[in-house]
Every structure is written in C-alpha cells, then in structure tokens.
Nanobody, 114 residues
C-alpha cells in the first residue's frame, strides 16, 4: 500500500511563503485524486486543496483566497502545496492523502507568527 511522507513545514512570519512536499512510496502517476489537509490546534481536520489528474483540475476552499496551489510531479512521486502570503491562522499540521484517503502520514508542522 502507498505510504505518504510530508515535509517542508517550518516556522515563518506572516506574509512569507512555504512549499510543502508529500513523497509517496510508490508511483502516483495513476492516482487520480489527491489532496492536502490541515489540523489547527484544537480544531478538526480541514481540507485545503485537491486535484484530479484525470480531469486536470484543482480546487480549494474559497476561504483561502487563492493563496495555495497544489501540484504533482509524477517523476518524483511527489505532491506539492505552495503556500503564499501565509497568515497566523494557517498554523497547523499539514497532511496529504489520496481521495478517498488511505492511512495518514505523520504530517508536517507549519507555524506562522504575526
């Protein structure tokens, strides 16, 4: 079964950018739908980005105002999340997963200070 390892999280100031990576243990070329999620302290898991390779589409919650971009590099078996204009409310543990999900990875911590 595919295993996912997230990385790239860091502590940054508001307004900065980060790019998260999610590397899979096997090829993701033929995986149609994947997404990114986050869990802020004391809150439920929240979906923040999704993509469908078959349809060639990406989608995001309106609340993110276009600040995040999801992409995939099949040659590297890696899913990315580019996050720009970070805000303190973006703080949390970020996870990637297939849609529908498989067992979750350990996530990567993003902390944004004002």
């Amino acid at each position: 079964q595919v295993q996912l390892v997230e990385s790239g999280g860091d502590s940054v100031q508001a307004g900065r950018s980060l790019r998260l990576s999610c590397t899979a243990s096997t090829s993701i070329e033929h995986i149609d739908r994947m997404g990114w999620y986050r869990q802020a302290p004391g809150k439920q898991l929240e979906w923040v980005a999704g993509m469908s390779s078959t349809v060639g589409s990406t989608n995001y919650p309106d609340s993110l105002e276009g600040r995040f971009t999801i992409s995939k590099d099949n040659a590297k078996n890696t899913l990315y999340l580019q996050m720009n204009s970070l805000k303190p409310e973006d703080t949390g543990i970020y996870y990637c997963n297939l849609i529908p999900p498989i067992p979750w990875g350990q996530g990567t911590q993003v902390t944004v200070s004002s």
